[in-house]
Nanobody, 113 residues
Framework: EVRLVESGGDLVQPGGSLRLTCETS????????MTWVRQVPGKALEWVAT???????TYADSVKGRFTISRDNAKNTLYLQMRGLKTDDTAMYYC???????RGQGTQVTVSS
């Protein structure tokens, strides 16, 4: 059974930082390109960042320079370090295998003063 469990979301003030974690199991994590996406209620899913199996990273323009995606293959875990958070970053954040629809239950990030 594939499991993707996100955590680390919280309420944070603008300019603050958070680190999201995605613990995975049930598939060969090290063999997959992994992605973070986010969604605001009523809006389409938005791609945030991707990390390949060789740790090549790509980012949406909206988060470039503020977010860092990383992975620990020994722990089957994906991370998203978020700095300089803005109110527009408020969303439910999900991790997923690239090009695979299935995702975890998500973790809520709220940026507000």
């Amino acid at each position: 059974e594939v499991r993707l469990v996100e955590s680390g979301g919280d309420l944070v003030q603008p300019g603050g930082s958070l680190r999201l974690t995605c613990e995975t199991s049930g598939f060969a994590f090290k063999s997959y390109t992994m992605t973070w996406v986010r969604q605001v209620p009523g809006k389409a899913l938005e791609w945030v960042a991707t990390i390949s199996t060789s740790t090549y990273t790509t980012y949406a323009d909206s988060v470039k320079g503020r977010f860092t995606i990383s992975r620990d293959n020994a722990k089957n875990t994906l991370y998203l370090q978020m700095r300089g958070l803005k109110t527009d970053d408020t969303a439910m954040y999900y991790c997923k295998r690239h090009a695979v629809t299935e995702r975890g239950q998500g973790t809520q990030v709220t940026v507000s003063s």
